[in-house]
């Protein structure tokens, strides 16, 4: 059941963090944070967060737009951090995941003193005091928030991929290796900088075309 029951039994200003794109063989992975500055926000927000993997994608954006409408409000603050497909393979993906939720909180604006992240693993190195929460997404509003916000943050950086490489498929399967995701490796070929190379399923066509 999501509520604030987590926010409240710290201090100070928390944030809900929480990431995007652990699995798929392309693109970055994208953390989102947020905070909520307060309890009066939208109804359909509060009644409608969720962990993203259980929204429909329609729902997602409506979300989406309420979170930003909350920020420009002066509501909420949401800070959207990336690591590249090459930090991925630089760093391995847990470790790249890290990175990218360092890099939300900080773009915050504001340094949150505790973050509620979602999960069973502390990144090093943190920016604030945090604690993990598992299946954070489907128990606290600033997590579920931050899972809405990193979901659909990346899926629209994978459309925007799709314009520009277009034969892999990316504005239905965001970079999972779909059918249509491996047809367009095995006939174009892997793409530097999009595609991550330390991926099993990708060496593999790597290899191959050796």
């Known amino acids: ?33 947020a905070v909520f500055l307060t309890r009066k926000v939208d109804n359909y927000l509060l009644e409608n967060l969720n962990d993203s993997k259980k929204i429909t994608p329609k729902k997602r954006e409506i979300l989406y737009e309420k979170l930003l409408e909350a920020q420009a409000q002066g509501q909420m603050l949401i800070g959207i951090g990336e690591a590249s497909a090459e930090e991925i393979d630089r760093f391995n993906i847990l470790q790249a995941t890290f990175l990218a939720m360092r890099r939300a909180v900080g773009a915050l604006g504001n340094m949150p003193d505790y973050a509620i992240i979602d999960g069973n693993q502390r990144p090093r190195d943190f920016p ?12 606290s509003y600033s997590v579920a928030a931050a899972s809405i916000a990193a979901k659909v943050f990346r899926d629209h950086l994978m459309q925007k991929l799709a314009l520009e490489y277009p034969y892999f498929g990316f504005e239905k ?4 290796g779909t059918k249509a995701h491996i ?17 099993r399923p990708v060496r593999e066509i790597l290899t191959r075309a050796a």
């Open 1 to 33: 059941m999501l509520d604030f029951a987590f926010e409240d039994k710290l201090s100070g200003m928390v944030a809900g963090v929480d990431e995007a794109g652990r699995g798929p063989w392309a693109g970055p992975v994208v953390a989102g944070a």
């Open 183 to 199: 047809e367009g490796l095995q006939r174009y070929g892997v793409v530097a900088g999009v595609h991550r190379l330390s991926y």
């Open 173 to 176: 399967n965001a970079g999972y």
């Open 128 to 139: 604030c005091s945090c604690m993990t929460l598992v299946k954070g997404d489907a128990r």
